[in-house]
């Protein structure tokens, strides 16, 4: 097996080719490892397919909207921002959100990227907590937003608490701070106070407060969505993806819930007829018949919570998750032990602070995959 950590090298430039923005120089695109293995657990994917029913009433759908892809699409997509409220309701036991305060994107990455682009920029800060997602920093470098990161609590927790964020804030000023609950790539929930505490903090700054909830659908019975804070906070920013839970990371749909005017803002800055009318159709069709994509939400929780007590067993520290992963201690090897995993048909991601590894939850017969070839690489 190749150690995927590896990058493509980057094709050599011919003479005279442009120079890109001396900032990109030396830097390489973001990319998880993509391998053809028996037992794909790096990517936090759903592992559960559409049913063939399912997936012919996409086509179906996709098949009206290949009728009309001489024009461009619903530039607003209201029906399915209005479809996205009504699940949001259903979810979180808020009242539905208006189409107005609804947003769609190409992915949370992109909805993330659109409010860096609307409320980032030159001499404005974002502020995020490490370990997070490695793309934020990212956002914030394509849109000249300057970065800075403060540290969550100590592992394995990697706990979040009031004062430790009201002191980041404090200290750098921020016009944007991304939370995240659950957090990639610890899995850690985060505690509502803390949310009242950090928007109230930024709005007489007039700042940003988004709340990244990629993972939200996975959370433990007990805790509450941020979206239960909306009507408190008027620069509260909600972001969710169908990708996870909805297993449709292949469509590309994210999106966000806040108040209407910060999404005026973002459709000041998104591209023409940004989000496709096959993606729309498909979009659609997942929601209305969440009922089955959402099925495997509990199995998924289920064996999330049985592998991090197997893990445990082994003598493993394991960061309590609220998410469809779980990072775990391996100790110095861990390079070692992930290609040794690799090697084994199995792949989990090298990633989070040292001597750490994410492995997502895959199948039944994935996660036992993975628990038997870690047996075998890491013996204890």
């Known amino acids: 097996m190749p150690d995927a950590r590896s990058a493509p090298s980057p094709a050599p430039a011919r003479p005279g080719t442009p120079a890109p923005r001396e900032d990109l120089a030396g830097m390489h695109p973001y990319g998880a490892p993509q391998l053809d293995v028996p037992h794909m657990l790096n990517v936090n994917e759903n592992p559960f397919p559409p049913s063939p029913a399912l997936a012919a009433a996409m086509g179906e759908a996709v098949r009206e909207a290949a009728s009309c892809l001489n024009r461009y699409p619903d530039r607003e997509f209201e029906a399915l ?10 979810e979180s036991g808020i009242p539905a959100p208006a189409a107005s305060q609804v947003w769609v994107a190409n992915g949370s990455n ?49 706990a979040l608490g009031t004062e430790q964020v009201l002191s980041a804030i404090a200290e750098h000023s921020p016009d944007v701070v991304v939370l995240t609950s659950p957090n990639n790539p610890t899995g850690t929930a985060l505690d509502l106070e803390i949310v ?24 433990r019975d007990g805790v509450p969505s941020a979206l239960t804070l909306l009507p408190e906070h008027a620069n509260l920013v909600v972001s969710r993806t169908m990708s996870k839970a909805f297993a449709l990371a292949g469509a590309r749909v994210g999106y966000l819930v806040a108040d209407p005017a910060i ?20 979009a659609r069709t997942a929601i209305a018949h969440r009922a089955e994509l959402l099925s495997q939400v509990a199995v998924l929780r289920a064996e999330r919570d049985a592998l991090a007590e197997h893990l445990r067993g082994r003598g493993h520290q394991v960061a309590p998750s609220d998410a469809n992963f779980i990072l775990f201690h391996v100790g110095e090897d861990r390079h070692r032990i992930w290609q040794a995993l690799l090697d084994r048909g199995v792949l989990i991601r090298e990633v989070g602070p040292e001597g750490w590894l994410r492995v997502s939850l895959g199948t039944p017969e994935d996660n036992t995959a993975f628990r038997t070839a870690l047996q075998e690489a890491d013996p204890r």
């Open 81 to 90: 921002r209005a479809d996205l409220g009504a699940y949001l309701a259903e």
């Open 110 to 158: 992109e909805v993330m990227h659109q409010l860096l682009l609307a409320f980032g920029g030159p001499n404005r800060t974002a502020l995020g907590f490490a370990p997070h997602y490695s793309m934020y920093p990212e956002y914030a470098r394509d849109t000249f937003t300057r970065w800075v990161a403060a540290d969550r609590g100590p592992a394995p927790e990697f």
């Open 196 to 219: 009242r505490a950090a928007a109230k903090a930024l709005a007489p700054r007039r700042g940003l407060l988004v709340v990244d909830e990629a993972y939200g659908e996975f959370r």
């Open 263 to 282: 999404v005026d803002a973002i459709r000041i800055v998104r591209l023409p007829y940004h989000l496709s009318a096959v993606t729309q159709a498909v």
